[in-house]
């Protein structure tokens, strides 16, 4: 009798081992903390600025990081420099034409080369990135890292888990037909990226 116990509990166990579903993070963040990191870095001006108009959803399992897949969509005219006239070319027409294109959208199909040491897992996140309407493929660097129970540390009187991703890389204007091979003397073909967000599973 003992032992049929033990069996059903094993069972139990198993089947529930083998129902366990992905968490869904949203990240769009009510503190407004949540922000992408941008740099020009051309021969004779260096141009940084940020984007805070951060949201998506991501599917994460901690049992199986490298099932990852989700969206992270930044609202193009949050991207903000500190010089006025410099903020209005950038979303003007020429540029970005945040009118017609309100977002920057980077896909996750897929996690390679996927390394996971207690609750952080390092991997290649490949997919799609979208700007100006236009979309190429693309492989970047990111760690993602699982904390448990800590959704009420930022979002007071909410339980849940927090998924935090951080990646830097660097994408190129002229891929994206942002006027490709001009001003590169003051405006940087390469654009580096830094990505730092939190998304929440709240239960």
Known sequence: MKQSILNLLLLTLVAAGAQATPQSFDFKDPKGVNNAVFKLDAPLEAINGSAN????TV????????????KILVNSSSLHVGNPMMKEHLQSDKWLDVTKHSEIRFDVTELKNVKTEGNSTTADATGTFTVKGITKNLRVPVKLTYLKDKLSQRVPNTKGD????????????SDFGIMPGQMEDKVSDA?????????ASAR
């Open 53 to 56: 108009g951060i949201s998506g």
């Open 59 to 70: 599917s994460f399992d901690p049992e199986n990081p490298g099932a990852t897949k989700g």
């Open 162 to 173: 927090l998924l935090v991703i951080r990646s830097n890389f660097s994408i190129k204007r």
């Open 191 to 199: 654009i580096d990226l830094t990505l730092s967000i939190a998304g």
